[in-house]
């Protein structure tokens, strides 16, 4: 009787390849109007889901936090804002591709608390599917990320 050879898997072990790490940097806000008793403010849905957010993106090379924390509240959510302070900074982890290469990206959010000074949600650009204002109150159960609802409670303090 021949012995038979083993179908299974060997038992060594394949190195472990790290993949690459990408730093990146973003930051967004809250951005807020009304009176205490009755704030609003705008969250956004992006993606081909109705996933809402805080409207955010990455800083460009000629940009600080707080110039990006407004400029993305103008192209995702449609409207003219300050910034009034800082509410908190985020990190985050996920793997993606970069030029085909599967990498890991180690992503920094700023977040702002923004006043709103002018404009429209439906002015919003071509990455967002819809931008709305909500009351703040309801603004935290309507966000998909931990992360957000935590920025959105904090935010909730200092408008007080």
């Known amino acids: 009787m021949t ?3 083993s179908s299974g ?3 060594k072990k394949l190195p ?3 993949s690459p790490v990408i730093n990146q940097t973003s930051a967004g806000g809250v951005v807020f109007r009304g009176e205490q008793g009755h704030v609003e403010v705008v969250i956004v849905s992006v993606g081909g889901n109705s996933r809402w957010q805080l409207p955010k993106g990455l800083v460009d090379k000629d940009e600080n936090p707080e110039i990006t924390a407004v400029r993305e509240a103008r192209e995702e959510g449609g409207v003219s804002s300050e910034v ?3 509410i908190e900074t985020i990190e985050y982890w996920y793997a993606g591709l970069d030029n085909g ?6 992503k920094r959010v700023h977040f702002y608390l ?3 000074v002018s404009g429209d949600t439906k002015d919003h650009d071509w990455e967002v599917n819809e931008a709305r204002w909500v009351p703040i109150e309801d603004a ?3 966000l998909a990320f931990d992360n957000e609802r935590r920025v959105m409670e904090r935010a909730r303090e200092l408008i007080g």
């Open 114 to 116: 923004l006043r709103y």
């Open 9 to 11: 898997s060997s038992s």
């Open 140 to 142: 935290t159960g309507q």
């Open 3 to 5: 012995p038979r050879k």
């Open 101 to 106: 290469i599967r990498v890991r990206f180690h």
């Open 16 to 18: 472990r390849i790290k």
């Open 84 to 86: 009034v302070q800082p």
